[in-house]
């Protein structure tokens, strides 16, 4: 981190947070919906990081509509993890996930203004 940019920055720390929520629902025996949610939100930063070395502005959109998709998948998890019984509260997860969600549209965006 420290690299000035706030993707990846945010992503990092979103898929650190995502990695300890997933232990604590290994932990109550949640495995299905864990390694969904694992793949899903580390996906994210994964895609992202992959866009910094496009070969394309076009490739570079390719790789963060990803990134965005994959954000929606994980959103999808968080809230069923939010309204079932017996799963631990996501705490600060979606609204560390919104942040993320709203940069990846802004990056988009303007990139495709720039085509």
């Not at 920055?9 to 300890?20: Q, R």
């Not at 580390?42 to 390719?62: L, M, P, R, V, Y």
Request: charged share 25%; glycine share 4%; aromatic share 6%.
């Amino acid at each position: 981190m420290g690299n000035n940019n706030l993707v990846l920055d945010l992503s990092i720390e979103f898929s650190l947070e995502i990695i300890k929520y997933c232990e604590l629902l290994e932990d109550k025996r949640k495995y299905v919906i864990a390694r969904q949610l694992l793949k899903s939100g580390t996906s994210i930063g994964a895609n992202a990081h992959e866009s910094q070395n496009a070969q394309s502005k076009k490739d570079f959109i390719h790789k963060l509509k990803i990134a965005a998709k994959e954000a929606d998948e994980t959103k999808y998890w968080l809230i069923l993890c939010d309204k079932s019984e017996n799963y631990p509260n996501t705490g600060i997860l979606p609204t560390k996930l919104l942040s993320i969600q709203k940069v990846l549209s802004k990056i988009i965006a303007s990139t495709h203004k720039r085509l």
